[in-house]
């Protein structure tokens, strides 16, 4: 079974333990996903949260550059 993304993101150091207890406390309340609290209180960038999920779904992790507009980046998450 694979871990949940607050036991990811606090063994990459990418949160603290008290930063995960106070999103989930709100998330309790709220019933919002865990990363989007995170992300939301900046806690975590969006970029560590994608990072985070990819390792959870053991999925990987690629930037793609957008060729619609050149100076933006998408980022993805892919099955392959």
């Known amino acids: 079974m694979s871990k949940f993304i607050g036991e990811i993101l606090v063994e990459k150091n990418l949160v ?5 207890q106070t999103a989930l406390s709100e998330q309790q309340q709220t ?10 209180r ?8 994608l990072k985070g999920l990819s390792e959870q779904f053991d ?7 957008n060729k619609y507009r050149s100076a933006s980046n998408s ?4 099955g392959s």
């Open 16 to 20: 603290t333990e008290e930063q995960l």
């Open 59 to 65: 999925m990987p992790y690629r930037v793609l550059k």
């Open 31 to 40: 019933k919002e996903f865990l990363g989007t609290i995170l992300v939301r």
């Open 42 to 49: 900046s806690f975590i960038s969006e970029e560590d949260l």
């Open 75 to 78: 980022i993805c998450l892919t």
